[in-house]
T-cell receptor, first 115, second 113 residues
Framework: NAGVTQTPKFRVLKTGQSMTLLCAQD?????MYWYRQDPGMGLRLIHY???????AKGEVPDGYNVSRLKKQNFLLGLESAAPSQTSVYFC??????????????FGPGTRLTVL | GNSVTQMEGPVTLSEEAFLTINCTYT??????LFWYVQYPGEGLQLLLK?????DKGSNKGFEATYRKETTSFHLEKGSVQVSDSAVYFC????????????FGTGTRLQVTL
């Protein structure tokens, strides 16, 4: 049981390049999330998904797109990377939204640098 | 809207010292409150949670009590260890869809021998 995994762990892009970050979970969780972590700002929600085939905007969605074609995978895309997107990106998943099973489980993160 | 305010770090303590990390929140309704911990080079892990007023969450010697009257959820530990060195995040989840979390900015704890 690997939990939440993220690919890649590190990436350096040039301004204007595109890339996709992959998040996978093997816990059969319905809900998945993408956050970015910046110094002094904690974690901010980019996009999230409440189930296969669904996505929704979070707090800071501009410049990002997401897809959830399979329940276990949640992809985060940058179509035209900008230096302001230099950050550490975390994926998380949860089984439900209430009660004992709403805990979010986080992946190890992807460190992205945009030059 | 929702917001979480944490004390700024870093907090530097000697081993076996008492730890308090302050956290206050602003939210409508009755949010659930969480403390997450991030060890160097890793993702966040849930440390403890409380879902209603006066609940006390506890784990690994850490405790926090949901105080609705002061809108606070301060993290405490009676005797810290070097292995507790990490960044601690306070977070809240309000009722509604998708279990979205609002995080504080994080407090770095450094414990020395």
């Amino acid at each position: 049981n690997a939990g939440v995994t993220q690919t890649p762990k590190f990436r350096v892009l040039k301004t204007g390049q595109s890339m996709t970050l992959l998040c996978a979970q093997d816990m059969n969780h319905e809900y998945m999330y993408w956050y970015r972590q910046d110094p002094g700002m904690g974690l901010r929600l980019i996009h999230y998904s409440v189930g296969e085939g669904t996505t929704a905007k979070g707090e800071v969605p501009d410049g990002y797109n997401v897809s959830r074609l399979k329940k276990q995978n949640f992809l985060l895309g940058l179509e035209s990377a900008a230096p302001s997107q230099t950050s550490v990106y975390f994926c998380a998943s949860s089984y439900s939204t209430s009660g004992l099973t709403d805990t979010q489980y986080f992946g190890p993160g992807t460190r992205l640098t945009v030059l | 809207g929702n917001s979480v305010t944490q004390m700024e770090g870093p907090v530097t303590l000697s081993e076996e010292a008492f730890l308090t990390i302050n956290c206050t929140y602003t939210a409508t309704g009755y949010p659930s409150l969480f403390w997450y911990v991030q060890y160097p080079g890793e993702g966040l892990q849930l440390l403890l949670k409380a879902t209603k007023a006066d609940d006390k969450g506890s784990n690994k010697g850490f405790e926090a009590t949901y105080r609705k009257e002061t809108t606070s959820f301060h993290l405490e530990k009676g005797s810290v260890q070097v292995s507790d060195s990490a960044v601690y995040f306070c977070a809240l989840k309000n009722t509604g869809t998708a279990s979205k979390l609002t995080f504080g900015t994080g407090t770095r704890l450094q414990v020395t021998l």
